[in-house]
T-cell receptor, first 116, second 114 residues
Framework: GAVVSQHPSRVICKSGTSVKIECRSL??????MFWYRQFPKKSLMLMAT?????????EQGVEKDKFLINHASLTLSTLTVTSAHPEDSSFYIC????????????FGPGTRLTVT | DQQVKQNSPSLSVQEGRISILNCDYT??????FLWYKKYPAEGPTFLIS?????DKNEDGRFTVFLNKSAKHLSLHIVPSQPGDSAVYFC?????????????FGQGTRLTINP
């Protein structure tokens, strides 16, 4: 159990365009979803936390107008990178936590974004 | 400010021997610690965890030790197997309820040599 999927697994887009990444909890209801970014050979950096039905909470230094997060249902959260630039190229990973869970987070497989 | 640190970027261990991965933290408010294993181009998978009120948790070949006074935890894998080769992340939990979040260390790449 506790499977999280992400789509797409890999995406290439042109500079100035927007790209949407989906994160789905397949066998549980995710009351909270998290979006992380990982730079090469670096740690996972938390970008934002979203609770179903409410606005996302962004970490310091993360532009909320640049990285739009929507958590409209208990099984789906989306991250939209708007007006993407080459420096947005990265590995984006989501995780999800179910109702009543205290500490556990289950991670998706990640999305490799390349902006040309 | 790196609140969770894994000072060894890499570790090489012979198959069958013990692997010890270390993690240090600075924030005494962390109340739960987790270890994740990660393969390239994949998301992290949960391995083992420990509450701050305990000093040891064991699950099969994996044991996590917590030394609160030293703000240090370690993951022991014994015996090490080739399939254990991966990047291991230490994570610490902060906050509660809907505000709970994980802070990750930089990761340690473990290579098990046959």
């Amino acid at each position: 159990g506790a499977v999280v999927s992400q789509h797409p697994s890999r995406v290439i887009c042109k500079s100035g365009t927007s790209v949407k990444i989906e994160c789905r909890s397949l066998d549980f209801q995710a009351t909270t979803m998290f979006w992380y970014r990982q730079f090469p050979k670096k740690s996972l950096m938390l970008m934002a936390t979203s609770n179903e039905g409410s606005k996302a909470t962004y970490e310091q230094g993360v532009e909320k107008d640049k990285f739009l997060i929507n958590h409209a249902s208990l099984t789906l959260s989306t991250l939209t990178v708007t007006s993407a630039h080459p420096e947005d190229s990265s590995f984006y990973i989501c995780s999800a936590r179910g109702a009543g869970w205290t500490y556990e987070q289950y991670f998706g497989p990640g999305t490799r974004l390349t902006v040309t | 400010d790196q609140q969770v640190k894994q000072n060894s970027p890499s570790l090489s261990v012979q198959e069958g021997r013990i692997s010890i991965l270390n993690c240090d933290y600075t924030n005494s408010m962390f109340d739960y610690f987790l270890w994740y294993k990660k393969y390239p181009a994949e998301g992290p998978t949960f391995l083992i965890s420990i509450s701050s009120i305990k000093d040891k948790n064991e699950d099969g070949r994996f044991t996590v030790f917590l030394n609160k006074s030293a703000k240090h935890l370690s993951l022991h894998i014994v015996p090490s197997q080739p399939g254990d080769s991966a990047v291991y992340f230490c994570a610490a939990s902060l906050g509660g309820g809907g505000a709970q979040k994980l802070v990750f260390g930089q990761g340690t790449r473990l290579t098990i040599n046959p």
